[in-house]
């Protein structure tokens, strides 16, 4: 397994990054009255995931957008470093989407806007995936040692 | 202006996992990564999201309705069980192999990198499974003794 890439602390783009994702949030409640999900908005643009598919398509389109408007506005592609192999990848992806539909709600369903709402089923999800990340990221790293 | 609406929105929060280092796995992993070559930003993301929102849907939720919609759709269920808590430990376990989440991925497949597009694959191939699962140990549940 390739070693972990060296990462710097950003704690004004942490900041600044968590405000326009909260603003996005709220943004979405106001105008369309939905929670900003990234499970459920991928779950609904699926076969056999409900009829109102629009907005959601909208939206996944706006947020694949995104890294244009980045290189439009940097001069320079988002950085996106993978650590780890192929086979990783696609498995954690298989995982993450079974997981997710289970638990109804991801990083941006329960983390933030189920937290914000103080929702018990969200902050006992954010808990759980939270403290199972890093669970399996002590036991890839230090105890496997890949 | 519903469609373009939601469109702005996703580029907005798109921008903002792009800006959080969300859509890096190198950066998300190691957050992860106490005992290691630990970056502790993606805790301030967090903190700051959580602030914009929880004060942001404070003020938006007192009104009646959405500016483009009937009613806002907010879920009612409070029920700690199986399903969401194997199902967040399931994701937690994902999430600690590959580094993406799935707000983290759906921003990122705009880079075009093979390796997004081989996550979100195989995360919609999971989506599928716990769909088809679901309807298994529903059948199952009701069949005839």
């Known amino acids: 397994m390739t070693p972990p890439i060296l990462t710097e602390f950003t704690p004004w783009q942490a900041l600044g990054g968590g405000a326009l994702i909260g603003l996005a949030a709220v943004l979405l409640m106001a105008l369309h009255g939905r929670i900003l999900g990234a499970t459920g908005i991928a779950a609904g643009i699926l076969p056999g995931g409900g009829t109102d598919k ?4 909208a939206i ?15 001069g320079a592609m988002p950085v996106v470093a993978v650590p780890v192999p192929l086979a990783m990848i696609a498995l954690g992806g ?13 990083t941006s369903g329960h983390g933030v806007c189920g937290i914000a709402r103080l929702s018990p089923r969200s902050i006992v999800a954010t808990l759980t995936f939270m403290a199972s990340a890093f669970a399996t990221v002590f036991v890839i790293r230090h105890l496997i040692g890949a | ?7 702005l929105i996703g580029l907005v929060f798109g921008l903002g996992i792009v800006l959080a280092g969300m859509a890096n796995p190198a950066k998300v992993l190691n957050f992860f990564d106490i005992a290691g070559t630990w970056d502790p930003s993606l ?33 009612t269920s409070r029920l700690i069980d199986r399903p969401l808590v194997a199902g967040s430990a399931l994701f937690g376990l994902g999430w600690g192999i590959a580094g993406f989440c799935p707000g983290g991925a759906l921003p990122a497949l705009g880079t075009g990198r093979p390796d997004v597009i081989l996550f979100v694959a195989a995360m919609i191939a999971g989506m599928y499974a716990a769909r088809l699962w679901r309807a298994r140990t529903v059948a199952r549940r009701y069949a005839p003794a």
Request: net charge positive; proline share 4%; charged share 5%.
């Open chain 1, 54 to 57: 629009g907005w959601r398509i």
């Open chain 1, 60 to 74: 996944v389109a706006g947020m694949a957008t995104a890294p244009l408007a980045w290189l439009f506005a940097t």
């Open chain 1, 94 to 106: 298989l995982i993450v989407g079974f997981g997710v539909s289970y638990s109804s709600g991801c």
């Open chain 2, 1 to 7: 202006m519903r469609l373009f609406s939601a469109y």
């Open chain 2, 43 to 75: 805790a301030l993301v967090m903190v700051s999201a959580l602030t914009v929102t929880g004060l942001g849907y404070r003020f938006v939720l007192r009104r009646g309705a959405p500016v483009l919609g009937v009613a806002f759709h907010l879920p």
